[in-house]
DNA sequence: CTGAAAGCGCTTACAG
DNA sequence: CTGAAAGCGCTTACAG
């Protein structure tokens, strides 16, 4: 025999009906011992395989949970990427990676390519501006970090983190700081800048707070903290933060081709802690995303076949490192 | 009518057998145009989707192509992940994505699940080390990178590649140089190195080499780099090559930390260009792999139905930046 | 050129 | 407890 086996050969072989054999692959305990044996054993000897396909069509249910995300080449989002297939992998399901490039066109062709393939779930990291048809889908979707349409979400909670590096940065001394903030079409972007503005203001109301808009990247930071350094000394700002790792990686840059040492004249915090947030020199004073959690709980909702509108906000937790430090004294004698 | 519409309502609508919407839906021209137009519109009408589990199981081909990089979160490989996302998308297929944590039961595994699913063909980045069983099996896989088995390989020179470090470093005058090599499992890791080496060694047979390897991380290329700078100046090379931009930035960030300004007293060169490359301080030189053009060579091969042992090695390109430049003069007074 | 029918590999009421 | 049969949604020889 050549040809992959199938229920019927295991069937033939062990001198049963394929009814049978299905009942033993299924688990069922009302089948005889003697029986169980026998088909195990023939499926064993031909080594046996379930086309998963065809199982797919007569149940039409899955393993397989599809994942969508903004950019996969976005370091936060690969290690989402790498959390959701462990989460997935623990309930021995697989996951189905595709990538949006942020383009709502693309992100429904991917709902759509996901949707034929039936699978048990999605789990969505929005695009920007994702403004979804409002269609009732036969499978479950569960929304992480970025909120799709009315589907439930899972999120850290954006304002009370980044209530945290406002907190530290006040601490420290600083009482003229910069936001970087992410992009305003982003609800992650819009809570975060309107939790880090109004846990300073609860702060202390003089304190000089700039605000800038960006992108999430490298690029985005490197260019708004190139313009913000570029000011003469007394117009700067004692502190950075950022909406993402990224950007307070990029307006590291800008500061080390400009001249000013971190920490010691510019404090920089970012946001996520992503890998490199930990390697970069100085390394960078961050908010800790517990992406295994969030993925986690994404799966186990998707799981559980979730159809409300609910919202879980996880706390993240902020981690100290050598990007932040106090302000300089008499900082504009530089 | 509130179920997913099927051939068989599409056929009823159309006032046609579902053979004829089979027929129409294949594109078969034998097709009469007046029913063809009545099909396609109860196609429209219906919101017709065909179900690519039935057509799987009926064909047993999709189109799906099953991606596995050893380590998602890598950037190199997320940046493959993307551009093979984008080669599938070119040739209407769509990407399964599974990261291997570099080992080789989960890639086992994960080849498994791709066969359960009639996957179209396999691109596999292997794992370290990875000794797969010489199973005949009935999709293709061509490996990328790195060698599975006796696959298709799709890859750089890596020899040749890190040949190009080996000129331009020595072309700016080094004649001591350390070179970090990849894991000496890897077949990447060993080309480069050879490449590296032979390069050196025919420039000038005085040159000062000193290897060492490790893995193609970040922490690695900090740790050989501390190790490797913390020796006395004159027993210091002026210039580093590693077998990864990660390795590189790690040296780099080593470089810093001991005080080594860089490119002046010291030269980093990366292998790779991930986009980090271009954001650290100062930009990093590297040799580039031209990630989309690999990845649409491979999606091409799958799909032509390759099952030679064929090997397609692309050449790679020297891309010069901050991080190189000539050693210092009597550096050892410094 | 088109329809009726078989069959891809499973699962699951339905009998017994 | 187990077998025979129907059916998931398609495609494709086979007739006509």
């Known amino acids: 025999m050549d040809r992959i086996p199938t229920v019927k050969d295991v069937a033939m072989r062990a001198g049963v009906s394929v009814g049978t054999v299905s009942r033993v692959l299924a688990g069922e305990l009302a089948v005889k011992p003697a029986l169980r044996n026998q088909v195990n054993e023939a499926i064993s000897a031909l080594g046996y395989r379930p086309n998963v396909m065809a199982r797919a069509l007569r149940t039409s249910k899955t393993d397989v949970i599809g ?5 996969i080449t976005n370091p936060f989002f690969s290690q989402m990427a790498a959390s959701a297939e462990r989460a997935a992998a623990k309930h021995r399901h697989s996951l189905m990676l595709a ?33 979804p048809s409002q269609v009732k889908l036969n499978v479950p979707i569960v929304s992480l970090d970025r909120r799709y349409a009315d589907f439930p979400l899972i999120s850290i909670n954006h304002a009370e983190a980044a209530g945290l590096v406002a907190d530290h940065l006040y601490e420290l001394g600083h009482r003229k700081i910069a936001y970087i903030a992410g992009p ?5 972007g819009r809570k975060r800048r309107e939790g880090f503005v109004s846990r300073i203001s609860e702060l202390d109301e003089n304190i000089e707070l700039e605000i800038f808009s960006g992108r ?14 570029l000011q003469p000394p007394d117009k700067r700002p004692t502190a950075i933060a950022a909406a993402s790792d990224q950007q307070a990686i990029g307006a590291l840059r800008a500061a080390r081709d400009i001249g000013l040492e971190v920490p010691s004249e ?6 996520d802690d992503i890998q490199l947030a930990n390697l970069v020199v100085p390394r960078l004073t961050t908010v ?22 609910g919202e879980e906000a996880m706390s993240a937790t902020l981690v100290v490192r050598g990007s932040t430090g106090p302000p300089m004294l008499g900082r504009s004698a530089r």
Chains 1, 2 share one sequence.
């Open 67 to 71: 994942l969508i995300v903004p950019d």
């Open 99 to 131: 990538s949006s490039h942020n383009d709502r066109e693309v992100e429904q062709n991917h709902i759509s390519a996901f949707l034929d393939r039936s699978v048990r779930g999605i789990i969505l990291v929005a695009a920007n501006l994702s403004c």
């Open 184 to 188: 305003t079409d982003t609800e992650a």
């Open 216 to 229: 999430f990247d490298y690029e985005s930071g490197e260019m708004i903290g190139r313009r913000l350094l």
């Open 266 to 271: 510019l404090s920089i915090a970012g946001f």
């Open 288 to 309: 800790r995303q517990p992406t295994d959690q969030l993925a986690s709980r994404a799966v186990e909702l998707l799981l559980e076949n979730v159809d409300g509108t």
